[in-house]
C-alpha cells in the first residue's frame, strides 16, 4: 500500500501525473497571457491569469474524473461534463466583467476581461490535452496583445486636437 492509497485517493481516470503536468502547462500558459498583460498595466496580470488558468484546468480535469468515475460505477448513468465547462466558462466571465469599467463615456479592462477569458479557455484546452492547441492559442494572445497594441493605441485612434490639449492645460 503507497502513500496516496493510505489517505483514501483512488486512481479512476487519468493518470496522476498526467493530472499534475496538464495544471503546470495550464499555469505556465496563463502566466504567458498573463505577463503580457502586465507589462501593458492591465487590470489583471501575471498571477491573475495564472490563477484563472490553472483554475479553469483544474475544474474541467475534475468535471471529467467524476464523469469517468460515475460511468465506471454505473454504466447506466446520464452524465453530462460539458456543463461543468459552461460553470467555468460563466465564472471566468463573471471575473473579467469585473476588471472592465466605464469613467466618463470610456471603457477601461475590456481588453483584460477577454485576456481572463481567453486564458480560461486555455486551461481547459489543456485539460482536455489539447496541448498545441493550447500553445498556439496563448502565443497568439500574446501577438494579438503585444504586436497590436501599439497599432490601436497610435495608429488605429486619432488624436485630439492641439485645442483640446490647450484647453486641458489652462
Do not use: C
Amino acid at each position: 500500500m503507497d502513500f496516496l492509497e493510505l489517505i483514501g485517493f483512488e486512481q479512476t481516470g487519468t493518470a496522476l501525473h498526467v493530472i499534475l503536468i496538464r495544471l503546470l502547462i495550464a499555469a505556465v500558459l496563463g502566466g504567458v497571457i498573463g505577463f503580457e498583460r502586465g507589462v501593458q498595466e492591465g487590470n489583471a496580470g501575471l498571477r491573475t491569469h495564472i490563477l484563472i488558468a490553472t483554475a479553469a484546468s483544474l475544474f474541467t480535469l475534475l468535471a471529467f474524473e467524476i464523469y469517468d468515475a460515475a460511468a465506471a460505477a454505473d454504466p447506466a448513468i446520464k452524465a453530462d461534463p460539458i456543463r461543468a465547462i459552461e460553470a467555468v466558462t460563466a465564472g471566468i466571465a463573471f471575473l473579467g466583467a469585473g476588471a472592465i469599467f466605464q469613467n466618463r463615456g470610456s471603457v477601461r479592462g475590456l481588453t483584460t476581461g477577454a485576456g481572463m477569458w481567453l486564458a480560461g479557455a486555455v486551461g481547459v484546452a489543456v485539460a482536455l490535452g489539447y496541448y498545441v492547441v493550447a500553445l498556439a492559442v496563448a502565443l497568439l494572445a500574446v501577438l494579438v496583445l503585444a504586436a497590436l497594441a501599439r497599432f490601436s493605441h497610435g495608429v488605429a485612434r486619432p488624436r485630439r486636437p492641439a485645442a483640446d490639449a490647450e484647453d486641458r492645460e489652462g
